[in-house]
Nanobody, 128 residues
Framework: HVQLVESGGGTVQAGGSLRLSCVRS????????MGWFRQAPGKEREGVAS????????YYSDSVKGRFTVSLTNSRRTLGLHMNNLRPDDAGTYYC??????????????????????WGQGTQVTVS
């Protein structure tokens, strides 16, 4: 039974930093794509960053590139997202997600929520 549990959300002033974590358990796949998504009220869920757990290749949306860093630690069990220089439009519920296989493959999009199979419950980020 796969579980993803996020933590680290909170309230921060614009320009500040936050670090999110996602711990997974029950995972049996050798390689997967893990990602962070966010959803603001009234908006669609969007991909923020993803990482290939075997190769370590990372992928970022244009809106966060240079400000956010995705990482994989603890024997590939913990997905992190270090967010710097936060802006009000970064606010929303942040979700951790995972799917077996690489982040780059035919018809798969690392930023498309429907391509991911497993999801965490989300953690709230507020930027004032």
């Amino acid at each position: 039974h796969v579980q993803l549990v996020e933590s680290g959300g909170g309230t921060v002033q614009a320009g500040g930093s936050l670090r999110l974590s996602c711990v997974r358990s029950g995972w049996t796949y050798d390689r997967d794509c893990m990602g962070w998504f966010r959803q603001a009220p009234g908006k669609e869920r969007e991909g923020v960053a993803s990482i290939d757990t075997r190769l370590g290749n990372t992928y970022y949306s244009d809106s966060v590139k240079g400000r956010f860093t995705v990482s994989l630690t603890n024997s590939r069990r913990t997905l992190g997202l270090h967010m710097n220089n936060l802006r009000p439009d970064d606010a929303g519920t942040y979700y951790c997600a995972a799917v077996p296989g690489p982040c780059v493959q035919f018809a798969f999009k690392w930023y498309r929520p429907s391509d991911f199979r497993y999801w965490g419950q989300g953690t709230q980020v507020t930027v004032s």
